[in-house]
T-cell receptor, first 115, second 118 residues
Framework: AQKVTQAQTEISVVEKEDVTLDCVYETRDTTYYLFWYKQPPSGELVFLIRRNSFDEQNEISGRYSWNFQKSTSSFNFTITASQVVDSAVYFCALSEWGGSEKLVFGKGTKLTVNP | NAGVTQTPKFQVLKTGQSMTLQCAQDMNHEYMSWYRQDPGMGLRLIHYSVGAGITDQGEVPNGYNVSRSTTEDFPLRLLSAAPSQTSVYFC?????????????????FGPGTRLTVL
């Protein structure tokens, strides 16, 4: 069975600090997708990134970066120079290849960025 | 494109009442899903569909029914509401892409319906 663990329930940082959100997953599939979603206080779910299991290249998008390590089954998310607008709940999720209709979510990490 | 739309945004029911949560998408996505979000639980899959006329159960299907008569619509029915069904419900859709191309195999979510059952 697939499982996603986000061990950090809540994180609080001061603006401009860097912060890393951890995600560890379990799956028996050899090919799969990993995702990060952001849920701001307004409640909607915003897609951030999808990573294919066969592509371990790290990705950077502005202040966001993702570190995928298949050897440790981790897909961590780092925000550099955090801003108050980054305050949200962040979810890591997993799906089987070609099975995007069945996402398995972690319980989320609530990030608070204080001014 | 309007994306994924859900109605209503808020709903209060009494125990035993029935209702239908509406979900529609205009992106011609094959896949559609329903999730519920409870505090501290993340999102859990209720039902999903891989195309019109095809539905299946997710992790927490009890108390819910779905049908998919068109590609665009995927309503979720609560047959007899219970307080345990108080939750935020999200509908999502995705486009099948066997090669994993950009924009495919990624679920996009509607704004959610906040349901309270008294």
């Amino acid at each position: 069975a697939q499982k996603v663990t986000q061990a950090q329930t809540e994180i609080s940082v001061v603006e401009k600090e860097d912060v890393t959100l951890d995600c560890v997953y379990e799956t028996r599939d050899t090919t799969y997708y990993l995702f990060w979603y952001k849920q701001p206080p307004s409640g909607e779910l915003v897609f951030l990134i999808r990573r294919n299991s066969f592509d371990e290249q790290n990705e950077i998008s502005g202040r966001y970066s993702w570190n995928f390590q298949k050897s440790t089954s981790s897909f961590n998310f780092t925000i550099t120079a955090s801003q108050v607008v980054d305050s949200a709940v962040y979810f890591c999720a997993l799906s089987e290849w070609g099975g995007s209709e069945k996402l398995v979510f972690g319980k989320g990490t609530k990030l608070t960025v204080n001014p | 494109n309007a994306g994924v739309t859900q109605t209503p945004k808020f709903q209060v029911l009494k125990t035993g009442q029935s209702m239908t949560l509406q979900c529609a998408q205009d992106m011609n996505h094959e896949y559609m899903s329903w999730y519920r979000q409870d505090p501290g639980m993340g999102l859990r899959l209720i039902h999903y569909s891989v195309g019109a006329g095809i539905t299946d159960q997710g992790e927490v299907p009890n108390g819910y029914n779905v049908s998919r008569s068109t590609t665009e619509d995927f309503p979720l029915r609560l047959l007899s509401a219970a307080p345990s069904q108080t939750s935020v419900y999200f509908c999502a859709s995705s486009l099948l892409g066997a090669s994993g191309g950009q924009g495919t195999d990624t679920q996009y979510f509607g704004p959610g319906t906040r349901l309270t059952v008294l």
